[in-house]
């Protein structure tokens, strides 16, 4: 190369850089996004696997509590100390706590008792979904979760009262913060009660989160 091509070749770069007027040209600044720790929550009053459930209701929030200025993980630990720990291990600054209890109507123009049980055990979550026996169990928990939740829906009878109760804060604060709940009751047979509450829940999470 000739010292002219040389010469030639090193201001065509530094064009690439330099805007008008010799000035740096402003270059988009990575988006850092915040990241919300999702406890597995419990689940009252649920047919079938109380886990499994529970294991779906922590995927409905992360499909809402993603985006280009925020994302979400899961949490395996269960007790509140070893939550947070593990949310700080994990980079992660926000955790979210929460617990659903469904009460059945009886019928009989009473209010049933909550059925079912709390979720006991931590589900298995992030298997590889490969040919494995781990990954034929991952995907028999995710169609499991999954239909635990459709299967609330349809269960569902007028009268049915869902209450979502969650504690969100950072690490630092989210043992002492304020618990919200969030009570809807079913106007018709086969109302998916639980999506909209998870919605609203994450938008108010997803607010809070984008305050300075």
């Known amino acids: 190369m000739t010292l002219t091509a040389a010469f030639l070749s090193t201001v065509v770069a530094s064009a690439a850089v330099l805007g008008p007027g010799g000035i740096p040209s402003a270059q988009p600044a990575p988006t850092a996004q915040a990241c919300v720790a999702i406890v597995l929550p419990s689940a009252r009053g649920v047919d079938g696997d109380a886990t499994a459930f529970a294991t779906s209701l922590r995927d409905l929030f992360m499909s809402y ?39 059945r109507h009886d019928g009989g123009g009473g209010v049933g008792r909550a059925l079912g049980r709390a979720a006991g055990t931590a589900a298995s979550y992030g298997l590889p979904y490969g040919g494995s026996a781990a990954g034929a169990a991952a995907r028999g928990v995710a169609v499991a979760g999954a239909y635990a939740i459709s299967n609330m829906s349809d269960t569902t009878k007028a009268k049915d ?34 999506t909209p509450m998870v919605e609203t829940a994450s ?3 997803a607010t809070a989160v984008s305050k300075p």
């Open 65 to 103: 509590l993603t985006g280009p200025s925020l994302r979400s993980i899961p949490l395996d630990a269960r007790l509140p100390a070893q939550a947070v720990e593990e949310a700080r291990q994990k980079d992660c600054g926000y955790v979210l706590v929460s617990t659903v209890t469904r009460v």
């Open 161 to 194: 009262e869902l209450t979502l109760e969650y504690r969100f804060g950072t690490v630092n604060n989210v043992n002492s913060a304020m618990l919200t709940s969030k009570k809807s009751k079913a106007k018709h047979d086969g109302e998916d009660l639980l």
């Open 203 to 205: 938008a108010a999470i």
